[in-house]
């Protein structure tokens, strides 16, 4: 951790599960890793993961919750990106240590 002497609130660790609870699902990992490349509406997430669009905003409604990823309204379309660098590099990290090769 970065700051390891840091006290941490029953709040802060609760965020932080809600946070790790919303990643453990592989489609809403999908979601992440395809916001990585940029802001999104539920239209193009849907097409770029083949899911139902009503899917779709369902899991969004949830990583949003968890505050993994943020919205805004443009017109009538509803656009998705990361909430922030932190979900990126916690995402990123926890993908790269899920590639490396598994040793004893």
Same mark, same amino acid.
């Given at each position: ?35 990585? %490349?940029? #802001? ?12 139902? *669009? /009503?899917? &779709? $905003?369902?899991? !969004? ?10 919205? %805004?309204? #443009? ?12 979900? *990126? /590099?916690? &995402? $990123?990290?926890? !993908? ?9």
């Amino acid at each position: 951790m970065a700051n390891e002497s840091r006290e941490l609130t029953d709040e802060q660790l609760q965020a932080a599960g809600t946070m790790f609870s919303a990643l453990a699902d592989p489609a809403r990992l999908r979601l992440i890793v395809e916001l990585a %490349r940029g #802001e999104a509406t539920v239209s193009d997430l849907a097409s770029a993961t083949q899911e139902k *669009l /009503t899917t &779709v $905003s369902a899991r !969004l409604g949830l990583l949003w919750s968890a505050r993994l990823v943020a919205r %805004r309204r #443009e017109g009538k379309s509803m656009l998705y990106r990361l909430h922030d660098a932190h979900v *990126l /590099t916690l &995402v $990123s990290n926890a !993908l790269d240590h899920a590639c490396e090769e598994h040793h004893s």
